[in-house]
């Protein structure tokens, strides 16, 4: 069986200045990864890479055998993502849980129930555009959209950076308590955080991996 992501040689260039530099890098379904380095070693251009939002300038990315650009409707089907900064939506949250609902098949119901688990009321807040609640509460539904559509995959960009202590202590108890084999990589700051939900870390450093290794549960 073909790994979950291959990634072989990426380099890509933002304004002439190497972003990703070589990265080769092989990930396995099941993996839980935490993925590490200063600002700016290239972590968000990397995963935004194997979704398809960046064409590289050298190498090849397959996301479960496909590639990110050419299929991406394919590839995101499998893939819950919560970027650093949510998208600005101007949608309601009631109509963009239909539209979630419409286009993905995830039941309104299951994204209100997991965001009550995270203490999002979303009812309340049904008729309000997703881009005026405030940054916790964006990420908290997230979270809960891609949470309740059961991923395959989960791609977590800073996940609990807006997230009050007790909203970041019920997300990864959330996680704790997924009943399904998932796969995740997390672009962190906070490795203590992750503790028991990865068993892999991947350290970068000027758009090179510098450090690959295995994490006991
Ligand atoms: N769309 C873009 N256009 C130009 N430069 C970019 C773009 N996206 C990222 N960069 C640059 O690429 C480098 C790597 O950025 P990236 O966001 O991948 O880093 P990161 O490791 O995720 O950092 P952080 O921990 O701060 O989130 C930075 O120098 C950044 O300014």
């Known amino acids: 069986m073909s790994p979950l992501i291959e990634i072989r040689n990426a380099r890509k260039k933002f304004m002439g200045t190497p972003v990703l530099d070589g990265i080769t890098l092989s ?6 990864i935490a993925m590490l380095g200063p600002n700016g070693a290239g972590k968000t251009t990397l995963v935004r890479s194997m979704l398809g939002f960046y064409h590289l300038d050298e190498g090849e990315i397959r996301v479960m ?7 991406r ?14 998208p600005p939506v101007k949608l309601s949250l009631d109509e963009l849980l239909m539209y979630i609902e419409r286009s993905t098949g995830t039941p309104k119901g299951a994204v209100i129930a997991q965001a009550e688990r995270m203490a ?8 309000k555009p997703f881009f005026k609640l405030s940054g916790g509460m964006k990420q908290k539904l997230l ?5 309740a559509r059961r991923s395959r995959l989960f791609v977590f960009d800073e996940p609990t950076a807006s997230l009050d202590p007790k ?3 019920l997300f990864y108890r959330l996680l704790s308590d997924l009943d399904y084999d998932y796969s995740a ?12 939900l990865i068993n892999r870390k991947i350290y970068m450093e000027l758009g090179k ?6 994490i006991a549960t």
């Open 27 to 32: 990930i396995e379904a099941g993996e839980r």
């Open 65 to 71: 055998g496909k590639d990110p650009i050419r299929d």
């Open 73 to 86: 409707v394919e590839v995101l089907r499998h893939i819950g993502f919560i970027p650093q900064l949510p």
């Open 120 to 127: 999002l009321d979303v009812k309340q807040h049904a008729s």
């Open 143 to 147: 979270i809960a959209i891609a949470l």
């Open 167 to 169: 909203a970041r202590e």
């Open 185 to 196: 990589i997390y672009i962190t700051h906070r490795l203590e955080e992750l503790e028991g």
């Open 209 to 214: 991996v510098v450090e690959d290794e295995p």
